[in-house]
Nanobody, 124 residues
Framework: QVQLVASGGGSVQAGGSLRLSCAASGYSYRSLCMGWFRQAPGKAREGVATIDSDGATRYEDSVKGRFTISQDNAKNTLYLQMNSLKSEDTAMYYC??????????????????WGKGILVTISS
């Protein structure tokens, strides 16, 4: 049974930093795609960042240069380092996992497993 357990959300002031973690277990993909997605109130879900087994990354334009996605294969953990946070980054954040082909898409299509959302609130 695949489990994704996300942690690290919270409230910070604009300009601050947070690091999200997502511990994955129970999967058997040889090559996979993992990513972070977010959904702000009243808005559609959007991709934030994805990373595949080769370490190739992709970022949503508004977070480029501020967010860094990484993975620790030994710990089966996905991270999202978020710096220079802005009020518009306020959202529920979700980690997800799928086969490597899922990284072709940036809207979550193909992601088979999702963690519970964690709230990130940025105050101005």
């Amino acid at each position: 049974q695949v489990q994704l357990v996300a942690s690290g959300g919270g409230s910070v002031q604009a300009g601050g930093s947070l690091r999200l973690s997502c511990a994955a277990s129970g999967y058997s993909y040889r090559s996979l795609c993992m990513g972070w997605f977010r959904q702000a109130p009243g808005k559609a879900r959007e991709g934030v960042a994805t990373i595949d087994s080769d370490g190739a990354t992709r970022y949503e334009d508004s977070v480029k240069g501020r967010f860094t996605i990484s993975q620790d294969n030994a710990k089966n953990t996905l991270y999202l380092q978020m710096n220079s946070l802005k009020s518009e980054d306020t959202a529920m954040y979700y980690c997800a996992l799928g086969g490597s082909w899922s990284c072709r898409f940036f809207d979550g299509y193909g992601m088979e497993y999702w963690g519970k959302g964690i709230l990130v609130t940025i105050s101005s």
